[in-house]
Each structure stands twice: as structure tokens, then as C-alpha cells.
């Protein structure tokens, strides 16, 4: 019953990509195609916001709902971020589907997508397995 809330947001967060158009396979093209700035403007504000909130949680230590400290630990630069980053925006240009919509252009009718969202799963399992041989 307390998942009820996060199902709830999930949803709504799902509806908003959508009217968006944010899980739109065409804006992702224009986008990838320098033809239109939406994406862009989406991408930038949530950059924007982001940025702006890490660092007020830094400056006034802000704390988690339950009092818990937050933590950002810096991240150490490898190789593996270049590779990453290449195969991420290759997967995003092929399928026209960022991972993070993908439950949302399931759920509304695409089911092609499904292949694309179990192809992720496969993907990050696969990591799991092999996270240890890569050079981190």
C-alpha cells in the first residue's frame, strides 16, 4: 500500500512525457538532426534544475525526508564514461527512445518498444555480470 504514492508519481510523470511529446520518436530525430530546440529546452531545464539543486542541498545540508545526511561523492573520470556515453546516445539515436520514457511508450500502445525495454534490461544485466572484468 505506501508503493500506492510512487506508482501515483510514476504515473503522472508518465502522462506529462507524454503530452510533452518528450517520448516522441520524431522530436528525438529533429532533435539529433539540429531541425528543432524542444528537446534541447527540456534536456537544458532539467540540467538547470539539476544543478541548481545539488547545490542548494550543498550549501544549506539538506537533509533525506527520514533526517538522513545526503551524500555526493565526486566520481573519478575513466575511459569507460567516453564508451558509455558513445553507446548510450547510439542506442537513443537507433531506437529513438531514451531509457527513462521507455515504460511510458510501452504503455502507450508502442509495444515495439518492449523490445527495446527488455533489450535494456538485458544490457544492464549483462553489466552486472561483467562489471568487475571493465576498468573502472
Do not use: D
Not at 54 to 63: C, Q, R
Amino acid at each position: 500500500m505506501s508503493k500506492i504514492k510512487f506508482l501515483t508519481l510514476g504515473f503522472i510523470f508518465g502522462v506529462i512525457l507524454i503530452k510533452a511529446e518528450v517520448i516522441s520518436w520524431f522530436r528525438i530525430q529533429e532533435m539529433f538532426r539540429f531541425q528543432a530546440f524542444q528537446m534541447y529546452g527540456i534536456i537544458g531545464s532539467a540540467v538547470v534544475i539539476g544543478v541548481i539543486s545539488v547545490f542548494l542541498i550543498k550549501k544549506y545540508n539538506i537533509k533525506t525526508i527520514k533526517g538522513e545526511e545526503i551524500k555526493i561523492e565526486p566520481k573519478k573520470f575513466s575511459i569507460g564514461n567516453i564508451i558509455g556515453g558513445l553507446m548510450f546516445g547510439l542506442g537513443w539515436a537507433m531506437t529513438g527512445a531514451c531509457p527513462g520514457p521507455l515504460y511510458a511508450l510501452v504503455g502507450s500502445g508502442l509495444l515495439i518498444i518492449a523490445v527495446v525495454l527488455l533489450s535494456a534490461v538485458f544490457g544492464t544485466w549483462v553489466y552486472g555480470c561483467l562489471r568487475n572484468k571493465f576498468p573502472h
